[in-house]
């Protein structure tokens, strides 16, 4: 079992950034590829960032690149999502996932444990 917490969430002003956490416990954190997902009211959950378990791979949704950084530090279990130059469609219930021993990718079905997820608001 992997249990993940986020933080970081908040409210902020259209242009503003965020910078949100990931606290995993339990199995091997470095082991386990991490992705972030979020899912804005009346949406479906959609794929935003991940780093493989090697940390040298990254992927990112066409939404977010060059706005977004994922990071992980293997020492203190923790993924980051850094989110600069925020939007109003960023609005959205955050989620990370942890995927045992996998490349980062944007599917969610391969990822096995999930957040509770944290609020992030963007106002115009």
């Known amino acids: 079992q992997v249990q993940l917490v986020e933080s970081g969430g908040g409210l902020v002003q259209a242009g503003g950034s965020l910078r949100l956490s990931c606290a995993a416990s339990?199995?091997?954190?470095?082991?386990?590829?991490m992705g972030w997902f979020r899912q804005a009211p009346g949406k479906e959950r959609e794929f935003v960032a991940a780093?493989?378990?090697?940390?040298?791979?990254?992927n990112y949704a066409d939404s977010v690149k060059g706005r977004f950084t994922i990071s992980r530090d293997n020492a203190k279990n923790t993924v980051y999502l850094q989110m600069n130059s925020l939007k109003p469609e960023d609005t959205a219930v955050y989620y990370c996932?942890?995927?045992?021993w996998g490349s980062g990718s944007h599917d969610a079905h391969p990822y096995e444990y999930w957040g509770q997820g944290t609020q992030v608001t963007v106002s115009s």
């Open positions: 996932a942890a995927d045992a």
């Open positions: 339990g199995r091997i954190f470095r082991n386990y590829a």
């Open positions: 780093i493989s378990w090697s940390g040298g791979n990254t």
